[in-house]
């Protein structure tokens, strides 16, 4: 393999590689090398519209998704994520030369891609959505492939028109943000959010930065003496840290936030904060009870989503303090795999296979076996089967979208302790279904938390519940469709009565 010598696009591969939290095998690398040499090639004599070479879009991308701990193979998918699209380089090349695993991935980038830029209308939106959803539920590397994509175009985005600004930057806060919301890869969807909002609300993106930076530089000399000494209580309670930092809110979140507390600032806790970093689940509880024994919590602000974890998956403890020299404070406290989970959410995943590897097994969370991927995965193939379903009904399908996708979700419990996961407002009988399509068929009664209660109620978070069923039923009760939520119970109830246009 002969590389090509000391060029400006080599070194930025070199950046690639920097870019792994674990660095990654010699095959993984020799694997990435390929990759780039064959899209270094195949793009030749391309420009982007900011006159660079084409490479550097590759390249960034690459790194993006390195940054976030996905394998190789997806970093050498996001080289060559363009070449059958824009070059002479087919898909059956790639196929020969990589395989069909990552020929698979670029397949699918390039359907994405395919899809005709009409006017902003809501089919368009709608048929976006669907391809999203036929990517994820094939590979959802594919998806995350195309969000680190759409990432450095829109850290790009001042090269285009300004029409065609607008119109991505709009696809991107519709469509990319919630995707990479509900895959819980919180730093691409907080750097999405960002570049989005710059362009379709310029004057409160300013304003928004402005206060943050503000609030920024007042603060980060207290930041500063306020982790020194949150480090030595932690010692001084003999409690080890793995890392403790600074963190300050994003941008759009910030500007959401501000919005919500009708624009006064002052009513925001969290815009910055300290974040503490323990070794387990033990150490968080201790962590808090050592700072709260020093400094004062605020009544109401303390909040446990160890025990009750975000609907989106998010775990950590929550407290704001009367602080080091009476400021008011916000600590968040988790294990590191709670943090990594929080900034790279499924992506998580990959990077736990690439820490196995390099024999990095302590470093898991002993009380979780094995981080699965399978959950997201089933979600991704579940919501593609019932799309198919609902196939001819648009407006069915998007509403099913907004509740079964975007809406934020609950946790509840069966007796014996298995998670199900409902969007709010679900009802027992999307709990039945959830857990099985035979115990949703033959539901008849529930108790919740030990309380009979009807089958209409709605399911809050953290109940236990415990479905009763009548084993010869026939079928599942039509009205059931006037108050179920999700679209897996409403499809299955409509099978079952066989009749689709209910
Ligand atoms: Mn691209």
Redesign the pocket.
């Known amino acids: 393999m002969t590389l090509p010598k000391n060029t400006h696009e080599m070194r930025t591969l070199q950046s690639v590689f920097d870019a792994f939290p674990v660095t990654p095998s010699s095959r993984g690398k020799k694997l990435i090398t390929r990759a780039f040499i064959m899209a270094d090639k195949a793009h030749r004599g391309q420009k982007r519209a900011s006159g660079v070479p084409y490479i550097q ?2 390249l960034a ?1 690459a790194q993006i998704l390195a940054g976030i701990g996905m394998d190789s193979r997806t970093v050498a998918a996001g080289l060559l ?2 070449v059958p699209e824009d070059t002479n380089v087919t898909l059956e090349m790639i196929e020969k030369e990589f395989g069909s695993d990552i020929a698979r991935m670029i397949e699918g ?1 390039t359907k994405l ?1 395919k899809m005709k830029l009409r006017s902003e209308t809501d089919d368009y939106k709608l048929e976006n959505w669907r391809r999203m959803f036929l990517a994820m539920g094939d590979d959802i590397r594919t998806v995350i492939i195309k969000l680190a ?1 759409r990432l ?2 829109m850290r790009t985005l001042e090269h285009l028109r300004p029409d065609k600004q607008q119109r991505i930057a709009n696809e991107t806060m519709e469509i990319y943000v919630p995707i990479a919301n509900r895959l819980g890869i919180g730093e691409v969807r907080a750097a999405l959010a960002e570049n989005a909002f710059k362009y379709l609300d310029k004057e409160s993106y300013l304003a928004t930065k402005k206060i943050s930076e503000e609030i920024l530089s007042k603060k980060s000399a207290y930041l500063e003496r306020a982790l020194a000494d949150m480090k030595k209580i932690l010692k001084e309670g003999n409690i080890k840290h793995v890392d403790i930092h600074g963190r300050a809110k994003a941008i759009y979140s910030l500007y959401l936030k501000i919005k919500k507390h009708d624009g006064d600032v002052s009513r925001v806790y969290d815009i910055i904060a300290v974040r503490i970093i323990v070794p387990d689940v033990a150490s968080c509880y201790e962590a808090l009870g050592v700072i709260h024994r020093r400094y004062r919590p605020m009544v109401g602000r303390i909040k446990d989503y160890i025990s009750l974890p975000k609907p989106n998956g998010y775990q950590s403890l929550h407290t704001t303090i009367f602080g080091p020299e009476g400021q008011i404070l916000e600590i968040q406290i988790r294990t590191r795999q709670m943090h990594d989970e929080a900034e790279l959410g499924i992506a998580a995943h990959w990077l736990y296979e690439e820490r196995k590897r390099s024999g990095w097994r302590s470093y898991l969370d002993p009380r979780k076996k094995n981080h699965e991927i399978s959950h997201e995965v089933k979600w991704a193939k579940q919501l593609r089967e019932w799309q198919k379903d609902l196939g001819n009904n648009p407006d069915e399908f998007m509403e099913g979208l907004r509740v079964d996708f975007l809406q934020n979700h609950i946790f509840a419990f069966t007796p014996k302790g298995d998670v199900i996961e409902l969007p709010e407002g679900a009802t027992i009988v999307d709990f039945a279904y959830a857990i099985h399509t035979d115990i949703g068929n033959t539901a008849v009664g529930a108790r919740v938390d030990g309380k009979m209660a009807p089958l209409d109620s709605i399911v809050s978070n953290g109940q236990v519940i415990e479905i009763v069923t009548e084993k010869n039923r026939e079928k599942p009760n039509t009205n059931w469709l006037t108050f179920v939520k999700t679209s897996h119970a409403k499809s299955a109830i409509r099978r079952q009565n066989k009749s689709p246009n209910l």
């Open positions: 879009h590759v991308t994520h363009d980038i891609g994509d450095h175009n």
